[in-house]
């Protein structure tokens, strides 16, 4: 095997573990949007002032306040998610690239 085709395999190797890394942030953002999308559910039935968790205690706030920051998270993260993607595409494409100039010059 030359030095050249060792190289883009090493390259192809690293590639794959940036793919996974990537993987499991989107997942775990994913999981994040999950989440507010429940909370968001749920204070769409709630009547009432709501609570919300900061620093470890529940403070009181207006249920609206509440929604307009869950929506904004959300949209953070959902920018989040977009650009992980676009990362992923590059890193994907960047791979097959390689394997196909491993593979043709065999």
Known sequence: MTS?????????????ANLQGILAQRQGLQMEINEI?????ELRDYKDDAYKVVSGIMIKTKKEDLTKEL??????????????????KV?????????GKIFDKE
């Open 71 to 88: 929506e904004e998270k959300k949209r953070m993260v959902e920018g989040k998610i977009s650009a992980i993607e676009k990362q992923e």
């Open 91 to 99: 890193l994907s494409k960047r791979a097959a690239e390689l394997q």
């Open 4 to 16: 050249e085709k060792e190289s883009k395999i090493e390259e192809i190797r690293i590639l794959e």
């Open 37 to 41: 999308d429940n909370a968001l559910s």
